[in-house]
Protein backbone atom coordinates (compact mmCIF):
# COMPACT_ATOMS: atom_id res chain seq x y z
CA UNK A 1 0.00 0.00 0.00
CA UNK A 2 1.50 3.12 -0.88
CA UNK A 3 0.53 6.57 0.52
CA UNK A 4 1.08 10.27 -1.03
CA UNK A 5 0.99 13.38 0.47
CA UNK A 6 1.12 16.59 -1.72
CA UNK A 7 2.33 20.30 -0.05
CA UNK A 8 3.42 23.21 -1.68
CA UNK A 9 0.13 24.83 -2.41
CA UNK A 10 -0.78 28.08 -2.14
CA UNK A 11 -2.41 31.63 -3.25
CA UNK A 12 0.07 33.17 -5.82
CA UNK A 13 -0.59 35.93 -8.69
CA UNK A 14 -0.95 35.42 -12.10
CA UNK A 15 3.03 35.02 -13.48
CA UNK A 16 4.09 33.45 -10.77
CA UNK A 17 5.78 30.24 -9.43
CA UNK A 18 5.05 27.55 -7.03
CA UNK A 19 6.74 24.15 -6.45
CA UNK A 20 4.14 21.65 -5.46
CA UNK A 21 6.18 18.14 -3.84
CA UNK A 22 4.52 14.81 -3.46
CA UNK A 23 6.04 12.52 -0.69
CA UNK A 24 5.71 8.71 -1.12
CA UNK A 25 5.97 6.05 1.67
CA UNK A 26 4.72 2.56 1.67
CA UNK A 27 6.16 0.98 -1.37
CA UNK A 28 9.24 0.68 -3.70
CA UNK A 29 8.39 4.27 -5.12
CA UNK A 30 11.33 3.20 -8.10
CA UNK A 31 9.08 1.09 -9.21
CA UNK A 32 6.14 3.33 -10.12
CA UNK A 33 5.07 5.66 -12.57
CA UNK A 34 3.97 8.79 -11.50
CA UNK A 35 1.59 11.18 -12.20
CA UNK A 36 0.14 15.44 -11.67
CA UNK A 37 -3.93 15.57 -12.29
CA UNK A 38 -5.54 18.60 -11.21
CA UNK A 39 -9.42 19.26 -10.43
CA UNK A 40 -11.32 22.45 -10.68
CA UNK A 41 -14.45 23.41 -9.27
CA UNK A 42 -17.19 21.85 -10.73
CA UNK A 43 -14.84 19.53 -13.45
CA UNK A 44 -13.49 16.63 -13.83
CA UNK A 45 -9.96 16.10 -12.74
CA UNK A 46 -7.41 15.83 -15.33
CA UNK A 47 -4.42 15.17 -16.29
CA UNK A 48 -2.02 17.52 -15.94
CA UNK A 49 1.62 15.50 -16.38
CA UNK A 50 3.61 12.16 -15.75
CA UNK A 51 7.12 10.61 -15.61
CA UNK A 52 7.99 7.69 -15.40
CA UNK A 53 9.42 5.33 -13.33
CA UNK A 54 12.65 5.82 -14.49
CA UNK A 55 12.85 9.56 -14.86
CA UNK A 56 13.64 9.40 -18.36
CA UNK A 57 9.81 10.60 -20.10
CA UNK A 58 7.56 12.58 -19.31
CA UNK A 59 4.31 13.37 -20.59
CA UNK A 60 2.46 16.92 -20.21
CA UNK A 61 -1.19 18.19 -21.09
CA UNK A 62 -1.11 20.23 -23.68
CA UNK A 63 -2.08 23.45 -21.47
CA UNK A 64 0.76 23.44 -19.26
CA UNK A 65 3.48 22.37 -21.92
CA UNK A 66 6.26 24.43 -21.29
CA UNK A 67 4.97 26.09 -17.65
CA UNK A 68 5.24 23.17 -15.48
CA UNK A 69 7.99 20.92 -15.07
CA UNK A 70 7.48 17.13 -13.13
CA UNK A 71 10.53 15.47 -11.77
CA UNK A 72 11.11 13.22 -9.72
CA UNK A 73 13.92 12.00 -6.82
CA UNK A 74 14.02 8.35 -6.27
CA UNK A 75 16.32 8.46 -3.27
CA UNK A 76 13.80 11.00 -1.67
CA UNK A 77 10.54 8.97 -2.71
CA UNK A 78 9.31 12.11 -3.31
CA UNK A 79 8.14 14.15 -7.21
CA UNK A 80 7.61 17.72 -7.99
CA UNK A 81 5.60 19.43 -9.76
CA UNK A 82 7.39 23.03 -11.12
CA UNK A 83 4.75 25.70 -11.67
CA UNK A 84 5.71 28.95 -13.48
CA UNK A 85 4.20 31.43 -15.28
CA UNK A 86 0.85 30.30 -13.76
CA UNK A 87 -2.53 31.73 -15.07
CA UNK A 88 -6.02 31.70 -13.36
CA UNK A 89 -7.23 28.97 -14.94
CA UNK A 90 -4.81 26.61 -13.43
CA UNK A 91 -6.55 27.26 -10.38
CA UNK A 92 -8.02 23.89 -8.74
CA UNK A 93 -6.84 21.17 -6.26
CA UNK A 94 -3.60 19.27 -7.50
CA UNK A 95 -3.32 15.38 -6.88
CA UNK A 96 -0.34 12.95 -7.00
CA UNK A 97 -0.91 9.68 -8.20
CA UNK A 98 1.30 6.28 -8.56
CA UNK A 99 0.85 3.79 -10.91
CA UNK A 100 2.86 0.31 -10.99
CA UNK A 101 4.96 0.22 -14.03
CA UNK A 102 4.91 -2.46 -16.25
CA UNK A 103 8.14 -2.83 -18.61
CA UNK A 104 7.67 -1.39 -21.87
CA UNK A 105 4.44 0.72 -21.12
CA UNK A 106 4.33 4.66 -20.73
CA UNK A 107 2.90 6.44 -17.46
CA UNK A 108 -0.99 6.42 -18.19
CA UNK A 109 -2.58 9.52 -18.99
CA UNK A 110 -6.00 8.87 -17.42
CA UNK A 111 -7.43 8.63 -13.88
CA UNK A 112 -8.87 5.78 -13.73
CA UNK A 113 -5.31 4.01 -14.81
CA UNK A 114 -3.84 5.12 -11.47
CA UNK A 115 -3.60 3.22 -8.35
CA UNK A 116 -2.92 5.32 -5.59
CA UNK A 117 -3.77 9.44 -4.55
CA UNK A 118 -2.98 11.74 -2.28
CA UNK A 119 -5.34 13.94 -1.02
CA UNK A 120 -4.59 17.09 -3.03
CA UNK A 121 -3.22 20.35 -2.38
CA UNK A 122 -5.20 23.79 -3.61
CA UNK A 123 -3.69 26.06 -6.09
CA UNK A 124 -5.53 29.42 -6.34
CA UNK A 125 -3.88 31.74 -9.07
CA UNK A 126 -5.30 35.73 -8.51
CA UNK A 127 -5.44 37.48 -11.74
Known amino acids: QVQLVESGGGLVQAGGSLRLSCAASGGTFSSYNMGWFRQAPGKEREFVAS????????YYADSVKGRLTISRDNAKNTVYLQMNSLKPEDTAVYYC????????????????????WGQGTQVTVSS
Open 51 to 58: IKWTGGRT
Open 97 to 116: AADAAVAGLPPPLVVGEYDY
